[in-house]
């Protein structure tokens, strides 16, 4: 049965900020086939839900987004029919045709490194065509996507995806395939659109974004803390990341990019995941807990006042509560200015999905419980360790109050304005109060960014 082809498009994504990245240049994919965005799922012709598939809580979530978009736009009247539903993302790589087995309302099923064919699996199907793409093609997504357009202050950059370390609970590496680095001077052509388009931070991202390499523009072997030293020469840009990184390919260079390079923001994401050494070995991480503390002493040698964040996975498989212990230890050898923690999902597919020794739910809730106790403690001390200090905050969005702005710090942490400097400048601050999740900045003064 065919369709009218769709006028308006509405992106949903979930899980990582390489998800929100590529949410934002499907968007850029539709509107250069001449469709608009709609503000709602229900107010679209189609909606892609961009999925999730790292625990087994997030990749539910698309079936029930899907039951909620068909419920509510069952009877939309005006001779409308429901919207067209696209699954994209790492639950569309994963599952493929057993989603539209297991939801008959999806229309397309998109995998992460075959987006760019969106309009013509959005053409097939409103043709009525099957539309199934999980294909990892040689050729790069990246050259077949529009110049990137209509940016807030802060953009995100993919350049690296995909991984090749294989830790034994990771669905990374079959969701988005190999490690591939962007060349070069893609990266620069993006950062410079994405300057042109109002972006005054840039966020670099890759799955593994330090096991970034590739040659420069005179042919030398370049890495991460190359491509960061060329964006730091970009007039216009004021603020440069990176997320998120692995131990294993922290470089000299980057270190020391960490203590030279004015742009590169003070704040490192680097996940140890576990504190005890054979939880490591078992999850095939190929570094220790005393290496990490190391590298964290070696990058903090380089910037004194970095924050440092990471990820945590509670209840890993034969986890005893001396492992358990080891973490909260490393933790605190630590003190991070943020953190995730999750409890363990096991994922299909995975090596440590049936290893020996899953660990029961409540043992997961009640160590899930004690770390987020201990990293919150930490990070509102963090916050308050800045309490009277004076730094640039890059105004972002507006609270919730007239007049209010909420903007970054550069250690990542949100801080609240008030007397409504403009979006996207960036304004001194003296902070002046800190809670566990924000702080309040009294403005100083204003520059152009
Ligand atoms: N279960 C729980 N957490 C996981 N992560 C990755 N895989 C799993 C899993 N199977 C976490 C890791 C990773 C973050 C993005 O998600 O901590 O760094
Ligand atoms: Fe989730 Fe990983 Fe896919 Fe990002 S890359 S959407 S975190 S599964």
Redesign the pocket.
């Known amino acids: 049965m065919s369709r009218p082809a769709p006028k308006s498009f509405h992106v949903k994504s979930?899980?990582?900020?390489?998800?929100v990245y590529d949410g934002a240049r499907m968007a850029e994919l539709l509107e250069a086939q001449g469709m608009h965005a709609a503000d709602s799922a229900e107010a679209a012709d189609l909606v892609v839900l961009?999925?999730?598939?790292?625990r087994e809580k997030?990749a539910e979530k698309v079936y029930s987004d899907i039951g909620r978009i068909v419920k509510k736009t069952a009877d939309v009247g005006e001779g409308r029919s429901r919207p067209m539903i696209a699954v994209a993302?790492?639950?569309a790589?994963?599952e493929g045709a057993e989603i539209p087995r297991r939801a008959p309302a999806v229309d397309i099923v998109v995998g992460?490194q075959a987006y760019h064919n969106l309009p013509q699996l959005v053409a097939d199907a409103a043709e009525g065509r099957r539309a199934l793409d999980t294909d990892m093609p040689a050729a790069s997504k990246f050259d077949a996507l529009p110049r990137r357009r209509r940016q807030g202050p802060t953009a995100f950059l993919t350049v690296q995806e995909g991984c090749d370390k294989f830790c034994t609970y990771?669905?990374?590496p079959y969701?988005?395939g190999a490690e591939i680095s962007r060349p070069w001077s893609a990266i620069v052509d993006e950062a410079k659109a994405l300057v042109d388009a109002g972006a005054c931070e840039i966020t670099l991202l890759g799955?593994n974004v330090n096991a970034w390499t590739g040659e420069d523009d005179r042919g030398r072997a370049q890495g991460l803390d190359g491509l960061i030293r060329v964006l730091d020469a970009l007039p216009g840009l004021a603020r440069i990341r990176y997320t998120t990184s692995h131990p294993n390919d922290m470089s000299d260079g980057l270190i020391a990019a960490h203590g030279e390079v004015a742009k590169l923001m003070p704040f490192l994401h680097l996940p140890v995941q576990a504190g005890s050494d054979r939880i490591l070995k078992a999850m095939n991480r190929s570094h220790d807990a005393a290496g990490y503390l190391r590298l964290i002493e070696r990058v903090r040698a380089a910037r004194p006042d970095i924050a440092v964040s990471g990820d945590f996975i509670v209840g890993f498989p034969g986890e005893t509560d001396e492992d358990f212990e080891a973490t909260l230890a490393i933790v605190r050898a630590v003190d991070h200015a943020q953190a995730f923690s999750f409890k363990y999902s096991p994922r299909p597919g995975t090596p440590a999905a049936t290893m020996e020794g899953q660990v029961a739910p409540a043992v997961m809730d009640e160590r899930l419980q004690r770390l987020q106790a201990l990293l919150n403690e930490q990070q509102h001390r963090f916050n308050l360790a800045t309490v009277g200090k004076r730094c640039e905050v890059l105004i972002e969005r507006d609270g919730k109050k007239p007049g209010q702005r909420i903007g970054k710090s550069p250690w990542l942490q949100s801080v609240i304005v008030e007397d409504g400097p403009a979006i996207g400048t960036l304004v001194t601050v003296d902070i002046v109060s800190a809670g566990p999740n924000s702080l309040s900045g009294a403005l100083v003064e204003q520059k152009a960014a």
Do not use: L
Request: charged share 5%; glycine share 8%.
């Open positions: 979930f899980g990582c900020q390489m998800n961009n999925t999730c598939h790292i997030a993302g790492c639950v790589q994963a992460p990771c669905v990374v969701t988005r799955q």
